[in-house]
């Protein structure tokens, strides 16, 4: 595939439940991120992982987010015991190495979830 | 504090006509980076255009440009030429360092027939 894919489009679950999200990036980019967007809000970031540097966990809103990446391959993003304020539509993105700055994100579809 | 603003949050523009859309952000960091991204009904994020802190040239791609101002910190996005596939919500977004992105509120722009 040429593009960023996330799995599932949509998720619900019942509150306390754990979920998973799934993110594959393009092949070759190194860099890839995790974003939350509520209904009608901009991004929210969450982590960004760089090759095999630890990431940068500081964006998590709290220790039930969990995010784990293998190498510069595919990402999880673990919510455990889901409340209804995790509802939202979360979105993955990727973009080359090298120069940060200038590398554009590609985004992913994105997961709808929905906490009931 | 906000880094990103987005100071309008729905516009309306004629078709055919210019529309801009504002950005302020806030850094000390000499070295950032400023983003459009577009945000149709279908939630795909599209990246538009790119302005590097140290470009000297105002960033333009197709009907987009960028007034960047640096010493207002401002980011102005421009679309020329407004057509009602330009309807959508639009980011501004920052990046300071690698693992520092941060996006506005958006803008809902409405293109009228």
């Known amino acids: 595939g040429a593009g960023v894919s996330q799995s599932p489009s949509n998720k619900v679950t019942e509150k306390g439940k754990d979920v998973e999200l799934r993110c594959d990036p393009i092949?070759?980019?190194?860099?890839l991120y995790w974003y939350r967007q509520r209904l009608g809000q901009g991004l929210e970031f969450l982590i960004y992982?760089?090759?095999?540097?630890?990431?940068?966990k500081s964006g998590l809103p709290s220790d039930r987010f969990s995010a784990e990446r293998t190498g510069e391959s595919v990402s999880t993003l673990t919510i455990q015991r889901t409340q209804q304020e995790d509802s939202a539509v979360y979105l993955c993105?990727?973009?080359?190495?090298?120069?940060?700055?200038?590398?554009?994100?590609?985004f992913g579809p994105g997961t709808r979830l929905t906490v009931l | 504090a906000q880094k990103i603003t987005q100071t309008q949050p729905g516009m309306f523009v004629q078709e055919k006509e210019a529309v801009t859309l504002d950005c302020t952000y806030d850094?000390?960091?000499?070295?950032?980076?400023l983003f459009w991204y577009k945000q149709p009904s279908s939630g795909e994020m599209i990246f538009l255009i790119y302005?590097?802190?140290?470009?000297?040239q105002n960033a333009t791609e197709g009907r987009y440009s960028l007034n960047f101002q640096k010493a207002r910190k401002s980011a102005n996005l421009v679309i020329s030429a407004s057509q009602l596939g330009d309807s959508a919500m639009y980011f501004c977004?920052?990046?300071?360092?690698?693992?520092?992105?941060?996006f506005g509120a958006g803008t809902r722009l409405t293109v009228k027939p």
């Open positions: 993105a990727s973009s080359l190495g090298g120069d940060p700055m200038g590398n554009e994100q590609f």
């Open positions: 092949s070759g980019h190194t860099a």
């Open positions: 302005q590097g802190s140290y470009d000297q």
């Open positions: 992982f760089q090759g095999n540097s630890a990431p940068d």
């Open positions: 977004a920052m990046r300071e360092g690698p693992d520092d992105m941060r």
């Open positions: 850094t000390s960091d000499p070295s950032y980076g």
